[in-house]
């Protein structure tokens, strides 16, 4: 009988995995929401897509329409993922201006596109888009991932989420601006400005890939 009744143990607990329920409606959005990892994209040496994007000033805007002052192609591109509602993308609001403001010039402009479903974050609308930058006078171009189609394409899984290409579009490299969030002056590590010395020097990044820290981006 004690084997009898352990057998059908066994095959309770068989069942159970067997039988346990998928995600489904607001389950499934919370973890998609919520493990943004899942995401594939790009990795470093492959060619990242073109986008055409609206920007806070109403033009359209893609990496192929960024020049420099001069008219003539950028080195490459910073295309940072960040949105408004973030605390970490607020954060790290400050250090984006001045990242564009000291490598535009160099040939490395931000392009910065707001990936959040405003559904879900309705602080990260393109109206509240319009307004953060206004406040805040970004210097760089704020585009919205309305659809949510391009993030996909570059995995980006963060606000903020750095991609820095060179004038091919080829992914030099992923991951965070720096190793401190909270505290800007307490920053050791410059990955983003270290990766794009490198490449000034005709030298690949190392290291070309860090985990990116920040909000997961919010979808349905």
């Known amino acids: 009988m004690k084997k009898f009744l352990g057998l059908l ?9 067997i039988l346990a329920p998928k995600f ?9 929401t919520e493990s943004p990892e899942l995401n594939e994209g790009l990795s470093v040496g492959e060619t990242a897509p073109d986008f055409s994007l609206k920007n806070v000033d109403g033009s359209m805007v893609s990496l192929a329409s960024v020049k420099n002052p001069d008219g003539t192609a950028p080195k490459g591109y910073i295309v940072t993922f960040t949105c408004n509602t973030c605390p970490y993308a607020v954060m790290y609001e400050d250090r984006i201006i001045d990242l564009h403001n000291k490598y535009a010039a160099k040939g490395w402009p931000v392009v ?18 319009k307004v953060r930058a206004k406040e805040k006078e970004f210097p760089f171009a704020y585009l919205f991932d309305e659809g949510q189609k391009v993030f996909p394409q570059y995995g980006a899984t963060r606000t903020p ?12 490299y992923i991951g965070a601006i ?10 050791t590590k410059r990955y983003l400005e270290d990766a794009i010395a490198a490449l000034e020097a005709g ?9 990116a820290i920040g909000c997961g981006i919010k979808t349905k």
């Open 178 to 187: 720096d190793n401190n969030p909270q505290d800007a002056d307490a920053v």
């Open 203 to 211: 030298k690949n990044p190392d290291p070309d890939y860090t985990k």
């Open 24 to 32: 489904s409606g607001s389950n499934a959005n919370k973890a998609k």
């Open 161 to 172: 989420h750095v991609f820095l290409l060179d004038n091919t579009r080829k992914v030099r």
């Open 9 to 17: 143990a066994l095959l309770a607990v068989a069942a159970g995995f």
């Open 112 to 129: 910065a596109i707001q990936p959040n479903d405003p559904d879900v974050k309705p602080g990260d609308s393109y109206d509240e888009m």
